[in-house]
């Protein structure tokens, strides 16, 4: 299936794995892009650049097709060394970056000079319109399901994507939802030209996370994530566990008053213990509503071999036997 994304990113199929904290690793960005899609390593998950430049270099041993980095721009009472990941991936001879969090702008020019394509996250059509204007070549779309951070105006993708195509004149992909073949046809019917998957991706059989992870969102329902931090501005959608249902406890009873601090226990450096030591009531961390539709855990290259089949079948089988059908009142 040739889209804009995949002609953009010189892949196969047009399906990105977005970048996610202690999950987006060199195997998994490889499994991914060997797959046919567009595999991310998670830039911040490295502590220093010195560490992403190695995992960019371990990637690259693993793969020879295309792969990016993740570069999310967050708040920070100390920031990141955001000139020192950039570098590290202009030297890495990274060709795709995908944006989150902040404005990138700062970063844009180095990118852009190495040749490097950027698709920047946003949760609105005006962030995704700023976004264009600055140069991205392309934007991530996330919908109000997404796991993670969805913003603050909680519009479902049903609406958001639809509103981005009549707006946006660059290409854009899918976020939040995102999970099978039904998956990618809806998308590209609403204007998108490929999804990007987290959630789903997690439970693969490459992702280098405890198995208790995975086991945890094929067991997840669509009703098992809640929103937390909304009273801070942060509102980040999780699996519900015990620490999570502590911290909503404790957002209730402060409600405006609430400070980071106060939950600072249930939601800081808790990834490495979830992740890596499968302690899953270590804390919160980001879980899409999607997980409702996650019944097994594939290889990387099963899934998306099994997507694309799922799609080739709608659209020529499903879809096509509507045509010449005349529709009834």
């Known amino acids: 299936m040739k889209t804009a994304i995949t002609e953009m990113f010189g892949i196969e199929h047009p399906i ?3 970048g996610m904290h202690f999950v987006g690793f060199a195997e998994l960005a490889a499994a991914v892009s060997n797959a046919g899609g567009l595999g991310l390593i998670t830039g911040l998950t490295q502590r220093t650049p010195a560490d992403l430049a190695n995992e960019i270099a371990k990637c690259r041993d693993m793969t020879d097709k295309p792969f990016g980095v993740n570069l999310t721009f967050l708040p920070a009472m100390v920031s990141p060394d ?3 990941y950039v570098k590290a991936i202009i030297e890495g001879g990274v060709k795709a ?4 969090g902040r404005n990138p702008q700062q970063v844009l020019p180095h990118l852009k000079e190495a040749g490097i394509k950027v698709i920047h996250k946003c949760t609105s059509v005006r962030h995704a319109l700023k976004a264009q204007s600055i140069g991205c070549d392309a934007v991530s779309v996330d919908g109000f399901e997404c796991g993670g951070h969805p ?4 519009v479902p993708n049903m609406i958001l994507l639809p509103r981005a195509a009549d707006e946006l004149d660059i290409p854009f992909v899918s976020s939040g939802g995102q999970a099978d073949g039904r998956s990618l046809v809806a998308s590209l019917a609403m204007g998108a ?3 990007n998957m987290g959630t789903r991706f997690i439970a693969t ?3 280098p996370v405890h198995q208790n992870v995975k086991e945890a969102i094929v067991n997840a329902s669509e009703l098992d994530t809640r929103l937390v931090m909304r009273s801070l501005r942060n509102t980040e959608r999780v699996l519900t566990n015990g620490a999570v249902e502590r911290l909503i406890i404790k957002e209730k009873e402060l409600g405006d008053k609430l400070k980071f601090e ?3 226990e249930e939601v800081a450096g808790v990834y490495p213990r979830i992740m890596l030591e499968g302690d899953m009531d270590a804390g919160a961390w980001s879980c899409g509503m999607v997980a409702g539709l996650i019944n097994d855990i594939p290889t990387c290259k099963e899934l998306i071999d099994r ?5 080739d079948e709608i659209i020529n089988q499903r879809l096509a036997h509507f045509q010449g059908h005349a529709v009834s009142a």
């Open 307 to 311: 997507i694309m089949a799922e799609a």
């Open 16 to 18: 990105i794995q977005g």
């Open 97 to 100: 970056v995908e944006t989150a």
């Open 151 to 154: 913003g603050e105006d909680d």
């Open 205 to 207: 059989q490459e992702a």
């Open 82 to 84: 955001y000139p020192g």
């Open 193 to 195: 030209d490929g999804m």
């Open 262 to 264: 106060d939950i600072i």
